[in-house]
C-alpha cells in the first residue's frame, strides 16, 4: 500500500472497547497486590480514566477507605456524611456507604466527634465486615448504629477512651451472627451478674471464636463467667486487676478448660505475678497456642508441668517482652527435658529478640520433627508455625 504524507497525522483512530470483564480483572489484581497510599492513589486515578473504567474501581476504592490523615478523613466524611444544606454529590452518599467493607479509624487522633462517628457507621453499615474504632470520637451514641451492622465480623473497640458499660457493649453485639473476633474497650467493667432483675445473663454473639478482654475484670464471677459457647481464643491486655485470685477464677472455668485452643497474655496487664503463669498448664492442658510474657515464666512453671499426671497439647509457645529486664529467670535446658515427656507435641517456640537466639533448643526441635516425620502434630490453630525457634519483635 502506497503511504500518502501526512497520511498517519490525518488518519483517526477508533478507541480500543476492553470487555468489563478484563477490566475487572485488572483492578482485582491491583487491589490484591498494593498497599496503603499507592493502592488509594493508584484505585482513584482509575476512576478518572472513564466511565466504565470508574464503574469497576469505585467499589475496590471505597471497600477499604485508607484514613490514615485528618484531611483524608474530612473529604470521606463529606462524600458519605454531608453536612445539612450542601448539594448532594452525583453518586448518592448511601450507595457509596454500602461499598465500604473495611472501616479503620485507629490512626485518627481528634479528627472526628461522637456524633460524626455515629452518623458514619450509620452510612456504611450495610455490607460493613471490619471495624476498628478510633481512640477518641467513639462513645455510647455510637453503639446504636453498631449493632445494625449485622454483617460484621471483625469489631476492635480497644482503644475506645470513653468509659463503656459491658452491659451496653453485649447488647449491641449479640444479634451480630457474623461476628468471629471481639476486642473489648480497656475502659470496660467485666462482671457476671444479670443486666436487671429481670433480664439473663449477657448473651454473646452465637459465632464468637476469638475475644480480647481488658478493663476491669471482676473478682468473685470469673469461675462462673459465661464465656461465648464457641470461644476457642483468649487474649488478656490492659487488664488492671489481672491478679492471681482474677487469674485463678478465669483459668479455672470449665467453659475455658474445654473449649480454649489459644491463650495470649500480655506484658500489658496490672497485678500480673509468676504464680498466674504456673496455674495455666495445670487448669488448660488442652491448649495448642500460649503466648506469655518472658519474664514472669520461671523454673517452677517447667516444674509444675513435670509433675502434671497428663501430657499437655501445647505446640507453639512464645514468650513475649518484658519491661523488667532482657534475661531469663529460667534454664532452657528445663524446657528441653520436658520434650520427651510431658510436651511431646510441642514444636515451636517463639522468643522476643530481646531475649536472644537459642540454637540448643532449636535443635533439639528439629531433631524431634524428623524423627516423628509424618506424625508430627500441627492443628488447625497453629498452622501458620513452622517447626523450630522463630524470633519476633
Known sequence: MKII???????????????TEIILQIVSRLDRSLRGQERQRTLYNICLVSHQWYSVALSFLYSRPRLEKGNAYRKFTDVLCPPAGLPKTSKDYKDLGGLVRRLNLSRLVHHSSNSMTARLIGR????????????????????????????LRYLDLSLVHEPLSFES??????????????????SMRITHEPFSKHTEYPKWPPNLTTLQLSGTIETSSMDTFHWPENITQLC????LTLSLEVMT??????????????LTISTYNRGLQ?????LIPAFLPNLVFLSIPGDLVQDMFFSMIAYQCTELALEVLELGHTHTGERFDFEIQSLIDLLDSKLPYLRAVGFHTMYGEYPDLDDALLERAEERG?????SEETEEFDVGTYYFD
Do not use: W
Open 169 to 186: 457493649i453485649i447488647k449491641s453485639i449479640r444479634s451480630m451472627k457474623r461476628l468471629i473476633t471481639f476486642r473489648s474497650p480497656a
Open 274 to 278: 509468676p504464680e498466674c503463669i504456673h
Open 124 to 151: 456504611v453499615r450495610e455490607n460493613l465486615e471490619v471495624f476498628i474504632a478510633p481512640a477518641a470520637g467513639f462513645s455510647v451514641n455510637c453503639l446504636s448504629p453498631l449493632s445494625k451492622c449485622t454483617n
Open 249 to 262: 477464677a478465669i483459668l479455672s472455668n470449665p467453659q475455658l478448660g474445654t473449649k480454649l485452643k489459644r
Open 374 to 378: 509424618n506424625d508430627l502434630r500441627v
Open 5 to 19: 504524507p501526512g497520511m498517519l497525522s490525518t488518519t483517526r483512530t477508533e478507541p480500543i472497547y476492553i470487555p
Open 236 to 239: 488478656l491486655k490492659n487488664c
